[in-house]
C-alpha cells in the first residue's frame, strides 16, 4: 500500500533524478572506468620493472677483530720517549709545519736574503710602519759613544743619575732592587692582544725612554707594542711576518736598540735593522734552531742552539761561527749567562737536565759541565739570578730547582704544577731585580710568587682582567716594577707598581 509523500521528499527525489541525468550526460562514469584500467596498467609496469633488478650483493661483515683503545698506562707500557717530553706543539721536532691563516705579507720569509719592513709588515697601512721605525729611531738616537767606541743609552742613565741605582747602572744589565710584590697591579690600559695566536717568546726593549715589547708567536709574527701610544693610530701595535714558524728567541742590542735579531724554529736568524728597515739574514741552518741569547759581557756574539743539543756561536761582525759543539742529548730549551761571570753559562734541555758551563773550559771535542741538575721531565728554563748567586730551573715533573753555593752545589726542589698542555706555552720560571723571588705563571690565569728563602710560593698576584693562562713572562729590564706576562691567545699583560 502506497503512502502519500511530503513535499520534501517529492522535491529530493526529483533533484536526485535531475542529478542522475545530468552525470549520465556527462559521462562521468565512463571516464572513472577508463582512468582506474590506466592506473592498473601503469602499476603492473612498475612492479615488472622492479621484479627485473638485481638485488645488490651484501657485503659479508668484516672478520678482522675490533680493537679497543687504550692507555700506555693502563696497558702497563712506559710512555714513548718522542712524546714524553711535552707537547708536541711547543717541542717540535723540525719537521712540523705552522699554518698561519691570517698572514698576507708581501714577501715570503723562507726567501734566505733581506727582507723589507715594508713588504713583511701585517697592518695594512704603512704609515704606521714608518710610524715604528720614527719612534725606534728617535730613541735609539739618543745614545752616546763611550770612551771605548760602543754605545751608551744615555736616556737611561739620565734618568738614573740622581737616584741610589746609578752608581750599579751598566749597560746590558738589569737593575737590582728589591720590591713589593704585593704592590703590583693590572690596569685595563695596560692589556692588548699584540700578535694572533700563541706567544713563544716576549721582551722588553732596553730602555727607560720607551715603554715597549716586542712578541713572536707560532706563525713566524713579530709583534710590537708601544705602550706608551696605546692611545694612537692602530692601538701602538704593529704587527710583522719575517720568520715562517714559531719564535724561538728575540734579542735587542742594549747599546743600539735599532737593532733586533729573532730566530725561528725554520732555521733562519734575522737582524731587524730599523735604519736600514730590513730583516737581514744573518744565519740559516737546516736544523731547528730551538733558543737564543746574548752575554751581557759579549753583544758581539750570538748564542743559539740548533738541532739536538748543539750550541753555536756566533760572530755578529765577521759574520761567522766561533764555536760549535753538543752540550745535551736532546734539544736546548734556554741559554743565559751569569750577570757577574763572564765565563759562566747555563742550559736547560729536553733530556731532563739543565747544565752549567765555564766557557772557557767548553771545546768541541768534548766538553764537561760545571754542575749538572737533574730533573725527571723535560727543563724548559734555566736562569740566573740578578746577581748570578742562584739558578732556577723550571721542569715539566712539576718542580722548580734553586740551585745555589760556590759552585751551585746545593739544589733544592720546589713544587709547582707546570704541566700546561698542549694549547699553551709551557711555563718558566724568571726572575725579578732582586734574589729574593721568581715569578711563574699558573694554570689559574693568575702569577705565582715563589720565595727563596721560604723555598715555596708565598703569595699568587690575580686580576678579574686576566682571562687566559698568562704562560711566558719577562721583566723589564730597567723599570723595576713592571712585569709583562704573555699568553697562548696573543694577548699581553703589563704589571706595574701601584
Not at 691563516?101 to 734566505?112: D, F, G, I, L, Y
Not at 764555536?323 to 761571570?341: G, Q, V
Not at 737533574?374 to 721542569?395: C, D, E, I, N, Q
Not at 703569595?459 to 713592571?482: F, K, Q, W
Request: a positive charge; proline letters at 4%; one cysteine or more.
Amino acid at each position: 500500500m502506497g503512502e502519500k509523500l511530503t513535499e520534501y521528499e517529492r522535491r529530493r527525489l526529483e533533484n536526485i533524478k535531475r542529478n542522475d541525468e545530468m552525470v549520465a550526460a556527462l559521462k562521468i562514469h565512463s571516464r572513472l572506468n577508463d582512468l582506474s584500467a590506466a592506473a592498473a596498467a601503469s602499476k603492473r609496469q612498475r612492479d615488472e620493472s622492479k621484479s627485473s633488478k638485481r638485488s645488490p650483493v651484501k657485503k659479508p661483515k668484516s672478520e678482522s677483530p675490533v680493537v679497543l683503545r687504550r692507555s700506555l698506562r693502563s696497558r702497563g707500557v712506559p710512555p714513548d720517549a718522542a712524546t714524553a717530553s711535552g707537547p708536541n706543539d711547543d717541542l717540535a721536532d723540525g719537521k712540523l709545519t705552522y699554518k698561519n691563516p691570517q698572514s698576507n705579507s708581501r714577501e715570503s720569509p723562507q726567501v734566505e736574503g733581506p727582507l723589507t719592513m715594508s713588504g713583511t709588515y701585517l697592518g695594512g697601512d704603512d704609515g704606521l710602519n714608518q710610524k715604528l721605525i720614527r719612534t725606534i729611531l728617535q730613541c735609539s738616537k739618543k745614545s752616546v759613544l763611550s770612551s771605548d767606541g760602543d754605545k751608551v743609552p744615555c736616556d737611561s742613565t739620565v734618568k738614573l743619575e740622581k737616584s741610589e741605582e746609578f752608581e750599579k747602572f751598566i749597560p746590558g744589565k738589569r737593575l737590582t732592587r728589591s720590591i713589593d710584590v704585593n704592590a703590583l697591579q693590572l690596569k685595563p690600559e695596560n692589556i692588548a692582544r699584540v700578535v694572533p695566536s700563541r706567544i713563544m717568546s716576549l721582551k722588553f726593549f732596553p730602555t727607560v725612554d720607551m715603554e715597549m715589547v716586542v712578541a713572536g708567536n707560532k706563525f713566524g709574527d713579530v709583534g710590537f707594542w708601544n705602550v706608551n701610544r696605546k692611545n694612537e693610530g692602530g692601538g701602538g701595535i704593529y704587527l710583522y711576518h719575517p720568520h715562517s714558524r714559531p719564535i724561538s728567541g728575540i734579542v735587542i742590542d742594549p747599546f743600539c736598540i735599532s737593532k733586533m735579531y729573532t730566530s725561528c724554529y725554520d732555521g733562519f736568524i734575522r737582524l731587524m735593522d730599523v735604519e736600514k728597515e730590513i730583516f737581514d739574514m744573518v744565519y740559516y741552518s737546516d736544523y731547528t734552531v730551538y733558543s737564543m741569547s746574548q752575554s751581557p759581557h759579549d753583544v758581539k756574539s750570538l748564542y743559539f742552539s740548533e738541532g739536538r743539543g748543539g750550541v753555536n756561536k756566533w760572530d755578529v761582525r765577521a759574520g761567522k761561527s766561533c764555536l760549535k759543539c753538543d752540550l745535551h742529548d736532546e734539544r736546548i730549551n734556554t741559554i743565559d749567562f751569569n750577570s757577574e761571570n763572564e765565563n759562566i753559562m747555563a742550559t736547560s734541555s729536553s733530556d731532563n737536565t739543565a747544565r752549567i758551563w765555564d766557557l772557557r773550559r767548553i771545546n768541541a771535542v768534548k766538553p764537561t759541565p760545571l754542575k749538572i741538575v737533574s730533573h725527571k721531565r723535560a727543563v724548559h728554563s734555566a736562569y740566573f739570578s740578578p746577581t748570578g748567586k742562584f739558578l732556577a730551573t723550571t721542569s715539566l715533573d712539576d718542580k722548580v730547582g734553586l740551585s745555589s753555593g760556590a759552585n751551585y752545589e746545593d739544589t733544592s726542589m720546589v713544587y709547582h704544577y707546570n704541566r700546561t698542555g698542549c694549547w699553551i706555552s709551557t711555563f718558566r720560571g724568571i726572575w725579578g731585580w732582586d734574589d729574593s723571588s721568581i715569578y711563574i705563571g699558573n694554570m689559574k690565569r693568575g702569577l705565582d710568587v715563589i720565595s727563596v728563602e721560604e723555598a715555596k710560593t708565598v703569595t699568587t698576584l690575580g686580576s678579574d682582567l686576566v682571562s687566559a693562562i698568562t704562560c711566558r713572562y719577562e721583566a723589564h729590564p730597567y723599570n723595576v716594577g713592571m712585569l709583562a706576562g704573555a699568553t697562548g691567545g696573543g694577548q699581553v699583560y703589563i704589571w706595574t707598581q701601584s
